[in-house]
């Protein structure tokens, strides 16, 4: 997505998202990731880069089969 304006998050769609509906969106902001769902914008998530770094690990190891 593109900024909203200057001081905006420039925010991004899950690749895994298949419509425009109940999407997972993120943003780099301040340091920090923020992290959102796309029908209900205003309520945000927010954690460290660091956090968000183990969080996709995780995942991601999971995902591979054993």
Known sequence: ?????SNAPAWKRS????SDLHCVE?????GN??????TRPTGLL???K???????AKVRSAERPE
Do not use: D, E, P
């Open 1 to 5: 997505m593109t900024k909203q304006g």
């Open 15 to 18: 690749t895994r998202c298949v």
């Open 26 to 30: 993120v943003a780099s902001w301040q």
């Open 33 to 38: 990731v923020l992290i959102r769902n796309s």
């Open 46 to 48: 927010t954690v460290s």
């Open 50 to 56: 660091h956090q968000w770094r183990h969080f996709l």
